[in-house]
Structure formats: structure tokens, C-alpha cells
């Protein structure tokens, strides 16, 4: 099976600070990867690393079959492939939700009026938000947001998407909707890296789950065994403090 996602030996550092240690992993096309561990472990920068918003020291990252880390890259080309969604939703507050989620379609893929207005109102309808299309941004709850940014990303016709604690800033009430979004997404068989403190998605939809403690993997494995039987302490230690 073809590995969307591989990174092997990954370090990354800040200066004097090493985030990330030498990280080894894979995503398989089709897969929903979930990676947990505490706040400053370096799941962000991890992501980051991938998106290429961030040079890593050492070591490889590939997707798609594409070596990001080599100097040669097309940068946007390689970053086109993917979508991304962090914990802030980062619409632009003076357009509508449907050119929101058009704009990207017609700068970066020149796609024309007419197919991006389509592709944007079925993405719009896909993630429950498509009676939204004329509101702006800050007229729409938190959840109804972060569904928009997801319609948006899925527009680009991604090979994988990043979710960077897509749920963390929502109220509780609001997670669910989002959450119901991203499990259809793996229905659908979308690739997805999801960096995420839902233990419940995580246990349900990921075919694996990567557990980072201080800029290492410490146990990888499915969600049956890291996180309903963890060999390690440190994920014992964490499980107990967010379950
Ligand atoms: P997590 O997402 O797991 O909470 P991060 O990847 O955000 O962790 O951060 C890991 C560590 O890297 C933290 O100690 C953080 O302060 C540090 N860090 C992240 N980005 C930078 C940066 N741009 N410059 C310096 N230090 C950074
Ligand atoms: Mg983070």
C-alpha cells in the first residue's frame, strides 16, 4: 500500500532547543492518523515539518511521494496537495463563506468562476454549512467556522489533510458537528494526520495512533493498543490525565 506521508529521522531545532528528536512514521493512503501527547511534546511543529511551514534540520519528509526536504522542491506545488486546518480558523472576516471558499480555487488552481463557485457550495453542503454561503465569517459560530475551513481546504482536492487540534478552541457544544465532519472525511476515505486530545475520535476513527512525548514517538500502534492498553508509563501517565 502507498505511503501518502513518510518521515523518517525527522529533527527539527530552535536554536538551542531540540522540538523534534528523530521521528519515524508513515501514513498509508486512506488512513486516518491520530497523534496525542502533552502540550510542548512537538505535535505542532511536527505538522508544520509536513506542511512545510517549517525547515526541518534533519532528515526526510514525503508526501506523496514527493521528498519536501529536498532544495529542489516546488514548494507550492508540493504544499497545493494538502490541506490544512488549525485551531484558529483563519477566514477572512470581510468575505462571504462562499468566497471564502472560492478564492484559493481561483488564485492558486486558476480555476474559473463558474467551477469554483460549484466545487465551493458542494463542499460548503458536504461539511453542513451550505445555507451559510452568503453570511460572513464572524456572524457564524466557532463550530459553523471551523466547518467552513474544513470546506475550504477540501476544495483543493487534497491528497491528505492536516488537522492541527481542530476542535480546541470551540465550546463543548460545538465540537461534535466538526468531529461528525472529520469521521465522515475518513468514511470517505480521505487521508488524514490529526493531531487531536479527543481520545473518543481518536479510539473510533484512527487506523493508528502515534503517542509523542518531548520530541519523540514513544508508542505508535492502533488505537485498540496505545491507547486502550499503552506499554509505556509516560502514555499511561498522560491517558490518565486527559481521559
Ligand atoms: P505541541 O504542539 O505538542 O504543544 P509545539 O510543537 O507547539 O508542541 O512546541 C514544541 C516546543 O517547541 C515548545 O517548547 C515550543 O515552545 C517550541 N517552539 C515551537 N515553535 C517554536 C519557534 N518557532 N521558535 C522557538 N521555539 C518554538
Ligand atoms: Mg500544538
Redesign the pocket.
Known sequence: MAHVVEIKDLH?S??E?E??KGIDFTVDQGHVVCII????????????CVNLL?QPSKGTVRVGGVELTDPDVDIDAARRRLGMVFQSFNLFPHMTVLQNVMIAQRRVLKRGKGDAERIARENLEKVGVADKCDAFPPQLSGGQQQRVAIARALAMDPDLMLF??PTSALDPELVGDVLSVMRKLARDGMTMLV?THEMSFAREVADRVVF?DG?VVVEEGPPAQVIGAPRHERTRTFLKRVL
Do not use: C, N
Request: glycine share 20%; net charge neutral.
Open positions: 527539527k530552535f536554536g532547543l522540538v523534534l501527547g502533552p502540550s510542548g511534546s512537538g505535535k505542532s511543529t511536527l505538522l508544520r517549517e492541527d487540534e493531531v509523542m520530541g
